[in-house]
């Protein structure tokens, strides 16, 4: 079974860039086997969705984060990454990092898994 797990600062400051980190196990990032996506959660609010990126390597982000976020890999590192530019006070959340079964996967009995989290805190 696939596992997750972020890791990236605790603390960013206004205007500046975040760079978070998710390690996969269990699973490569390069077969058709999950989507991976990034997903954060404000303090109150609900979930939002960032974006993903697929086993081609194609991106897609949400429209309203798409100006300053970037998802990448490395696929000898089994990680992907988010990179969101040009942080604000609202930007602060935990974010999670999510891999969303194909539905050859799902037939198979495979759900959606999460990481445990990361609290990103952007103040001054």
């Known amino acids: 079974q696939v596992q997750l797990q972020e890791s990236g600062p605790g603390l960013v400051k206004p205007s500046q860039t975040l760079s978070l980190t998710c390690t996969v196990s269990?699973?490569?990032?390069?077969?058709?086997?999950?989507?991976w996506s990034w997903i954060r959660q404000p303090p109150g609010k609900g979930l939002e969705w960032i974006g993903y990126?697929?086993?081609?390597?194609?991106?897609y982000y949400s429209p309203s984060l798409a100006s300053r976020t970037s998802i990448s890999r490395d696929d000898d590192k089994f990680t992907f990454y988010l990179q969101m530019n040009n942080l604000k006070p609202e930007d602060t959340a935990v974010y999670y990092c999510?891999?969303?079964?194909?539905?050859?996967?799902?037939?198979?009995?495979?759900?959606?898994?999460w990481g445990q989290g990361t609290l990103v805190t952007v103040s001054s």
């Open positions: 269990g699973g490569s990032i390069t077969t058709n086997d999950y989507c």
């Open positions: 990126i697929l086993y081609s390597g194609s991106t």
């Open positions: 999510n891999a969303e079964p194909s539905e050859n996967m799902f037939l198979l009995g495979y759900g959606t898994v």
